[in-house]
């Protein structure tokens, strides 16, 4: 029995070390959510309102541009997925891969072909293991992106919808990332840049500037609606690529600290499951040498009876 209970004894040794990682990680992950959701914040009216700006340029005006135009038979596409560059968030990064593959299904299905593009360790390891080819790929900045970051994977997107499908460009721009809804719900989401389609929220805005008017404005353009939209262009990207980095920052922060939570609570729930055998390996140990003692002075009483006869 001793030497069980020296294996429970380094098991709760180990376990305890772990649960003081795991609540490190988990306060970490807590502290950084904050400011994640502040940025999120601060970046979402900009990029709503840039969108109904482009929205009005496109309506006011009978321009065809690869910024709202549909091809009449769009052949490319380009999925943007973002992942992280870190493990330790539960099914965060398979939950995005899986939204990023379910679109790639569905525009193989209307006929695309789809070019990859990768934003975290996490989705280029799931392409390189399967040895799927990705177009282009970025690391090292999923925790805490920048606006530089969103422009430099919003460069080579740009100068893809701007060359034609037939030499190497693409007809639309796709993007798979996690929302963050709050602190406990994040979901996947799969939307598409381009050719631009507003979403809920730049409905409403648009909905409320056109709100009491019963005329619908007219626009001058200069030098050109062409020119204000190829202006508009890399601006728009850049915004919505920034939000959905924020996006998925600030959900990859939330899904770490709830597994950490996770497995604080499953270390504290073994330390004490590893306890009670301790203990009962213990008792086993105390109840053995207790008969053994008993064993022996009943048999030294035998022993000593029997040599006075």
Known sequence: ????????????KSVTATKKITRAMEMIAASRIVKAQRRVAASKPYADELT?????????SDVKHSL?????????????LITSDRGLAGAYNSNAIKAGEHLTSELVAR?????????GRKGVSYYTFRERAVAQSWTGFTDNPTYADA???????IEAIERDAGEGGVDEIHIAFTEFESMMTQTPRERRLLPLTLDKSAEESAETFAKGRDVQPLYDFEPSAEQVLDALLPRYVESRIYNALLQAAASKHAATRRAMK???DNAEDMIKSLGRLANAARQSEITQ?????????????????GSER
């Open 52 to 60: 109904v700006a482009v929205s009005a340029v496109a309506q006011g």
């Open 151 to 157: 422009k430099a994977v919003a460069a080579p997107l």
């Open 68 to 80: 709202t135009t549909e091809a009449d038979r769009p052949r490319r596409a380009a999925v943007l």
């Open 289 to 305: 040498e207790i008969s053994e003692i008993v064993g022996g002075a009943s048999a030294l009483a035998d022993a000593t009876a």
């Open 262 to 264: 996770s497995a604080t």
């Open 1 to 12: 029995m001793g030497a069980q209970l020296r294996v429970y004894k380094r098991r709760i």
């Open 111 to 119: 006929g695309l072909e789809v070019d990859t593009y990768v934003v």
